[in-house]
């Protein structure tokens, strides 16, 4: 069974800094892609940073670039999500997603485990 267990979400002022993790348990990624998405209330579940499990190619939603920053720790199974320069239309519930084979997608459909979540609340 696999589980994608997320911390350190939080509430944050705008400008600041929050990291994410996700720690993977019952399978070993070798392959396929990591995920985050996040859902803002009355909203859709949003891409918005990848990963690739093998060779570490990232890509980013418009929205995050140059500001958030995905990377993963191969040897402890678990990614991370660094999130600087918050702003308050970051607010979200955040999601870590895996997929075990294939590259990045920015579909929600196309990741077979997510995370419970866990709330970002930047205030201005």
């Known amino acids: 069974q696999v589980q994608l267990l997320e911390s350190g979400g939080g509430l944050v002022q705008a400008g600041g800094s929050l990291r994410l993790s996700c720690a993977a348990s019952?399978?070993?990624?070798?392959?396929?892609?990591m995920g985050w998405f996040r859902q803002a209330p009355g909203k859709e579940r949003k891409f918005i940073a990848g990963?690739?499990?093998?060779?570490?190619?990232?890509y980013y939603a418009d929205s995050v670039k140059g500001r958030f920053t995905i990377s993963r720790d191969n040897a402890k199974n678990t990614f991370f999500l660094q999130m600087n320069s918050l702003k308050p239309e970051d607010t979200a519930v955040y999601y870590c997603?895996?997929?075990?084979?294939?590259?990045?997608?920015?579909?929600?459909?196309?990741?077979?485990?997510w995370g419970q979540g866990t709330q970002v609340t930047v205030s201005s």
């Open positions: 019952g399978r070993t990624f070798s392959s396929g892609a």
């Open positions: 997603a895996a997929r075990i084979s294939l590259g990045i997608s920015t579909i929600v459909h196309d990741y077979d485990y």
């Open positions: 990963i690739k499990w093998s060779g570490g190619q990232t």
